[in-house]
């Protein structure tokens, strides 16, 4: 199994990106996804993750009406839209898939920098 993770960057506060996570190797559309993030100096996060069939997700409460999760199992892809950007948001975003209640299978981060 592989994960792709791909469009961070350095952005300003308030802006906005979406990231983008490609899944191959496995029936994508078979797995919850997520996404997780680790700041400088602190512990890997759980940040949103989203059912099989979109029809639930989850946000932590520090990213609830910023961030959103959505999958396109078609082309094996899960995203997270990413709104008013904040500088706490700052880290490495990593995509996950889950297999038995666990995170399984990590892909290797996209870099998010927002400035001030």
């Known amino acids: 199994v592989q994960l792709q993770a791909s469009g961070g960057g350095l952005v300003q506060a308030g802006d906005s990106l979406r990231l983008s996570c490609v899944v191959s190797?496995?029936?994508?559309?078979?797995?919850?996804m997520g996404w997780h993030r680790q700041a400088p100096g602190k512990e890997r996060e759980f940040v949103a993750s989203?059912?099989?069939?979109?029809?639930?997700?989850q946000y932590a409460d520090s990213v609830k009406g910023r961030f959103t999760i959505f999958r396109d199992n078609a082309k094996n892809t899960v995203y997270l839209r990413m709104n008013s950007l904040k500088p706490e948001d700052t880290a490495v975003y990593y995509c996950?898939?889950?297999?038995?209640?666990?995170?399984?299978?990590w892909g290797q981060g996209t870099e998010v920098t927002v400035s001030s």
């Open positions: 989203i059912r099989e069939s979109s029809l639930f997700a």
């Open positions: 190797g496995r029936t994508f559309s078979n797995y919850e």
């Open positions: 996950a898939d889950r297999v038995a209640s666990e995170w399984n299978d």
